[in-house]
Nanobody, 132 residues
Framework: QVQLVESGGGLMQAGGSLRLSCAASGRDFGVYAMGWFRQAPGKERKEREFVAAISGRGDSIFYVDSVKGRFAISRDNAKDTVYLQMNSLKPEDTAVYYC??????????????????????WGQGTQVTVSS
């Protein structure tokens, strides 16, 4: 069982930066692939958008095209934490951001890291609002 707690959201002007954190509790954090998803205002849970994902050792990283070059996902397995550094924020980045985890010690599921259905554990979300 893995519990995830996000933090770091807030209100930011366009062009600014935020860093989200997701702290995990449970064993063997390093065998879990971690993903960040976001749910924009008015969207339903099933419409959560993939943002970024990172494999357990951090050697496979994926981004949605709209955040490439602006966002960076990283993890510190010694601290059981995954991060999402968000730079050059845009109003369209406004959403509730969720982190998610799936156990994948042998990188068998990398093709599915962009799909919300793959993930077994979810945090409660943190609100990011970007004003123009």
């Amino acid at each position: 069982q893995v519990q995830l707690v996000e933090s770091g959201g807030g209100l930011m002007q366009a062009g600014g930066s935020l860093r989200l954190s997701c702290a995990a509790s449970g064993r063997d954090f390093g065998v879990y692939a971690m993903g960040w998803f976001r749910q924009a205002p008015g969207k339903e849970r099933k419409e959560r958008e993939f943002v970024a994902a990172i494999s357990g050792r951090g050697d496979s990283i994926f981004y949605v095209d709209s955040v490439k070059g602006r966002f960076a996902i990283s993890r510190d397995n010694a601290k059981d934490t995954v991060y999402l550094q968000m730079n050059s924020l845009k109003p369209e980045d406004t959403a509730v951001y969720y982190c998610a985890a799936v156990r994948d010690p042998y990188l068998r599921y990398t093709d599915g890291y962009r799909k919300a259905d793959l993930y077994d554990y979810w945090g409660q979300g943190t609100q990011v609002t970007v004003s123009s």
